[in-house]
């Protein structure tokens, strides 16, 4: 249960951690910088150690897939154009939904522990969750997107580990929601908190 607990606080974290530093102005621009770092890490992170070895190189053709087929859908009509990143933002935000299920199963073995890894990289998708929805859509969205998160680990913890197995076409849905949030981080993402500071 101490696992599920540190799980479920870690997002909310990240998302406090988003404000506290948003509310200082010498330190947002330097968070922000931070920020395009530190979601490619985590896409990288969760998603090509877990695939590779059963995928290979095609891990890393269905990222690039994820980042370039929203680009070029933009490129072929003006009118989806507009309508891209958030279509994108929401598949994206879908594979950090499907591995939040996934993680909340890997918690229920007895003496797995949490590691500080684990907690690490929750606080980061808390903090890309709020950086990503908070600008664009405001603090409810932001709210229901790490509340969508939270009740993901849930249901996966309470499913067990009959999800471990979850099998190929899982990962490579992941690699390419990972490269769709890529997309969003560093096609609108660098407009938002330009233009859009909190």
Known sequence: MFQLAGSLAAPIAGALLYGWLHNRPGATRLFDGF????????????????AWAD???????????GIGLPTLVER????????????????????????????????????TGIMPA?????????????????????????????AVIL????AGYAAGTQFFGHGGGVELYQ???G????????????????HKQD
């Open 118 to 146: 684990v907690i690490l990289h929750r606080v980061l998708v808390g903090l890309a969750i709020w950086w990503l929805l908070r600008p664009r859509h405001g603090f409810g969205r932001a709210s229901l997107g790490i």
């Open 35 to 50: 920020m395009y770092i530190a979601v490619p890490a985590l896409v990288i992170w969760q998603v090509v150690p877990h």
């Open 179 to 194: 490269g769709s949030l890529l997309h969003v981080v560093f096609h609108q993402g660098r407009h938002d908190h330009q």
């Open 76 to 111: 072929l009509s003006t009118w989806l154009a507009s309508h891209t990143d958030n279509v994108a933002l929401l598949v994206g935000l879908s594979g950090l939904v499907l591995h939040a299920f996934l993680e909340g199963a890997a918690l229920v073995p007895q003496g």
């Open 151 to 154: 009740v993901a680990t849930v």
């Open 55 to 65: 995928h290979g190189i095609l891990v890393l053709v269905v990222l690039a897939l």
């Open 175 to 177: 690699a390419f929601v």
